[in-house]
T-cell receptor
Framework: EPEVTQTPSHQVTQMGQEVILRCVPI?????FYWYRQILGQKVEFLVS????????KSEIFDDQFSVERPDGSNFTLKIRSTKLEDSAMYFCASSELEGNSPLHFGNGTRLTVT | AQTVTQSQPEMSVQEAETVTLSCTYDTSESDYYLFWYKQPPSRQMILVIRQEAYKQQNATENRFSVNFQKAAKSFSLKISDSQLGDAAMYFCACIQGAQKLVFGQGTRLTINP
């Protein structure tokens, strides 16, 4: 069964550094997302992406965050200058259609900011 | 605003028994979709079951079924014949329109052998 893959599985970075989290969505999917889960808390929506542009973003997704689909297969989340509070599990997801199409999640990238 | 509430932070059940996880939600839309996701210790998010709000029939997937009460905005998950591999965090989630999936706080399910 096709899967969403994320790399790396664990990223450690120093505060103030830039990080790029990578995702390869399922190939025939059209909608792409990033979610975040701070340890012990619920999963939170960050951003959705469709047709090469952001379709919706949360208030968490400020100017420090950006997303890109550089080559038609990868979908990346960049955090420009990481803060301690960015430490979390970041999940990429994709879906085939809007609405009733379920989101398929990747295994997540654990980001630790020191 | 759309909200999802899971009032049970933790639940436990004896292996082979049945357990029900509660979820309530609030949305102003008439067309929306509800999901249960499972998150084992590996932290992966795995879709368990989904329900379209316009369908009155409760969704079922093998040992997993839901009790969808639209008027009460309730969407509980029933796990029958619980197995050790069912131990995980379970998240209820709601989506409407554009794809912003809103999650509940989660319920940690423990299976006692």
């Amino acid at each position: 069964e096709p899967e969403v893959t994320q790399t790396p599985s664990h990223q450690v970075t120093q505060m103030g550094q830039e990080v790029i989290l990578r995702c390869v969505p399922i190939s025939n999917h059209l909608y792409f997302y990033w979610y975040r889960q701070i340890l012990g808390q619920k999963v939170e929506f960050l951003v959705s992406f469709y047709n090469n542009e952001i379709s919706e973003k949360s208030e968490i997704f400020d100017d420090q965050f950006s997303v890109e689909r550089p080559d038609g297969s990868n979908f990346t989340l960049k955090i420009r200058s990481t803060k301690l509070e960015d430490s979390a599990m970041y999940f990429c997801a994709s879906s085939e259609l809007e609405g009733n199409s379920p989101l398929h999640f990747g295994n997540g990238t654990r980001l630790t900011v020191t | 605003a759309q909200t999802v509430t899971q009032s049970q932070p933790e639940m436990s059940v004896q292996e082979a028994e049945t357990v029900t996880l509660s979820c309530t939600y609030d949305t102003s839309e008439s067309d929306y979709y509800l999901f249960w996701y499972k998150q084992p210790p590996s932290r992966q998010m795995i879709l368990v079951i989904r329900q379209e709000a316009y369908k009155q029939q409760n969704a079922t997937e093998n040992r997993f079924s839901v009790n969808f009460q639209k008027a009460a905005k309730s969407f509980s998950l029933k796990i029958s014949d619980s197995q050790l591999g069912d131990a995980a965090m379970y998240f209820c989630a709601c989506i409407q329109g554009a794809q912003k999936l809103v999650f509940g706080q989660g319920t940690r399910l423990t299976i006692n052998p």
